[in-house]
């Protein structure tokens, strides 16, 4: 059989349709990415307002307890929407080094820079 111009459109169609995969997929996982880059940063802030808040009370004897509960309570929320989102990111890598967990899409061991494989 021939090989004709409806082949060739069929073909580059498959082709570009595989292109538009990948790419969806590498968007969605730096997305995800980001969006772990994000909670760690706001989990960050919150125990720096945490600090802050503990610091005031002793320093100043003003009743902050409520405010630290407030904070208590987003922080655990943040840490479990973190944990479910780096659950979702894959199986962790274990370092061949160190023996520490890592996230799925970490190139280098976070505890001790070894190379993962
Ligand atoms: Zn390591």
Redesign the pocket.
């Known amino acids: 059989m021939k090989y004709g111009f409806d082949d060739f459109i069929g073909d580059s169609k498959e082709a570009i349709d595989k292109v538009a995969a990948k790419a969806n997929n590498a968007v969605s996982v730096s997305k995800a990415y980001a969006q772990r880059a994000q909670l760690r940063v706001k989990l960050k802030e919150k125990y720096y307002e945490l600090g802050r808040v503990c610091y005031n009370m002793h320093a100043t004897d003003a009743d902050e307890s409520g405010n630290m509960k407030k904070l208590i309570k987003e922080i655990k929320l943040l840490e479990a929407q973190l944990e479910y989102a780096e659950e979702a990111s894959g199986k962790p890598k274990v370092?061949a080094?160190?023996g520490?967990k890592n996230q799925a899409d970490n190139l280098y061991?976070s505890?001790?820079g070894?190379r993962l494989k």
Do not use: I, L
């Open positions: 370092c080094y160190c520490a061991c505890r001790c070894e």
